[in-house]
């Protein structure tokens, strides 16, 4: 789930393409049985690192370690570890900024596809839990255990496509303690049995937190599920219990923003705001959105991206201690 001033994380370019998503495969059919079968590796790689923890096993040196990375400068605003298994995107964003840049052929394409450096789904989720268990067996990363896991900035998360491998290590890892924020544009994954699964875990409420963007311009998202759509489900989610927030990023129009979080108030638990990459704003327009903002009697949790704080010069704190930091999590 990609914003559009979100850099694109690293990618090997030195592997054969996966094929494991047919192109054009968007819909839920088989969908459930894969997870399934996913599910239950993650949970066989769980109970072995596990069980090998009170051994002190060593991990053998690892090709590949793309599975958990820790973001760089803009990305870094939405976590300090990120997970992903895909590359590419069909929902069509215009301002998506995986399209953007001499990794675009590879990143940007149309298409969810599992990433060059893993040779089956099962073969990332072998990765992904070595990497969460750090190398050592049995202990999580501590850093990771407090800071969370952001899903995910090369594709968008809630797809039929990426879900499955997604909801599979989710899943485990939010039974783990380990905190998981998930960002999407797509609703269906809610109302999926692999979505009621997660969904149903008890360890979703506290570990869980469950993302939309919101610009509130379908017109520039074209596959993506509608922004009502999106606004509806986090309150639903919200009143079920879980911990909700929102990217407000890109921000197209700051008086458009600004009714879509007074729309959100009470259902949404934090606000991330930011602007488009290399757009030039009008800087009196963002401050005084800023401002109402800071006006809202409701104080609702806001974090200001960098790229608001450096275009209109004040501090975060300056508007008051509902203005967070990037890794406050409600
Ligand atoms: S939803 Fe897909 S197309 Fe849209 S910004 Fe995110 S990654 Fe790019």
Redesign the pocket.
């Known amino acids: ?4 001033g ?1 850099p694109p994380t690293e990618v090997d370019l030195t592997k054969p393409e996966s094929t494991v998503m047919e192109e054009g495969t968007t819909s839920w059919e088989g969908a459930e049985s894969k997870y399934r079968e996913l599910k239950e590796e993650a949970q066989r790689w769980v109970d072995r690192y596990n069980h090998l923890g009170s051994l002190k096993y060593v991990l053998p040196p690892c090709e590949c370690r793309h599975a958990i990375h820790q973001p760089r400068e803009r990305a870094a605003e939405y976590g300090r570890f990120a997970g992903g298994f895909h590359n ?6 215009i ?5 953007l840049g001499p990794s675009a052929g590879t990143l ?1 394409g ?1 298409v969810a596809k599992l990433k060059k450096c893993f040779k089956s789904e099962a073969h990332a989720i072998e990765i992904y839990f070595k990497e969460l268990f750090g190398g050592n067996g049995g202990t999580i990363r501590e850093e990771i255990r407090k800071h969370g896991i952001f899903f995910t ?4 998360p809630g ?1 039929p496509e990426t879900f499955p491998l997604n909801a599979a290590v989710i899943s485990e890892t939010v039974k783990l303690g380990v905190p998981v924020l998930f960002l ?3 609703t269906d994954w809610t109302d999926s049995e692999i979505g009621r699964d997660l969904l149903s875990i008890p360890e979703a409420k506290e570990n869980f937190t469950i993302g939309f ?1 919101l610009t509130g311009r379908d017109d520039l ?1 074209p ?2 599920s509608p922004n009502k759509e999106r606004i509806a489900v986090l309150r639903r989610l919200h009143d079920e219990g879980f911990k909700t927030f929102t990217s407000i990023e890109p921000v197209i129009d700051c008086k458009l923003s600004f009714s879509i979080i007074k729309e959100c108030l009470g259902f949404v638990d934090l606000f991330k705001v930011g602007l488009e990459f290399q757009r030039k704003y009008d800087q009196d327009v963002v401050k005084k959105f800023v401002d109402d903002l800071a006006a809202l009697p409701e104080k609702p949790w806001i974090y200001l991206k960098d790229s608001i704080i450096n275009l209109i010069g004040r501090e975060r704190g300056a508007y008051g201690d509902n203005f967070v930091d990037a890794y406050f999590r409600p």
């Not at 590419?88 to 964003?93: A, T």
């Open positions: 789930m990609n914003q559009s979100v590419g995107c069909p929902n069509g964003c301002y998506c900024f995986l399209k940007g149309s900035f090369t594709s968008d797809l999407t544009k797509m963007t998202e596959k993506a």
